[in-house]
């Protein structure tokens, strides 16, 4: 059972910058590819961006390309995700998942985090 806790969201103006944190229990973390989602009340869950286990090949949807970008520390068994240029639109509760990928494919599992919750203001 992997455990995830996710750290660093906030409330800040539209243009600036956040970075999210998300820390596994599993000592096998680096055997998983690892996700980013984000939910607003009444909406289904949104992908965001996602990284494969050895962090040499990244996803992102293209409502935050170029703005954010996940990274990922396996010795610290930590996912990252820097968010510049934040929009009001990014306003969400951000969870971190672990799942698998292929080539072109992140799947997420059951296993997420309880969310953190970031707020841009306009």
């Known amino acids: 059972q992997v455990q995830l806790v996710e750290s660093g969201g906030g409330l800040v103006q539209a243009g600036g910058s956040l970075r999210l944190s998300c820390v596994a229990s599993e000592r096998t973390f680096s055997n998983y590819a690892m996700g980013w989602f984000r939910q607003t009340p009444g909406k289904e869950r949104e992908f965001v961006a996602a990284i494969n286990s050895s962090g040499g090949r990244t996803w992102d949807a293209g409502s935050v390309k170029g703005r954010f970008t996940i990274s990922r520390d396996n010795a610290k068994n930590t996912v990252y995700l820097q968010m510049n240029s934040l929009k009001p639109e990014d306003t969400a509760v951000y969870s971190c998942?672990?799942?698998?990928?292929?080539?072109?494919?992140?799947?997420?599992?059951?296993?997420w985090g309880q969310g953190t919750q970031v707020t841009v203001s306009s």
């Open positions: 998942n672990a799942g698998s990928s292929t080539v072109s494919t992140y799947f997420p599992t059951e296993y």
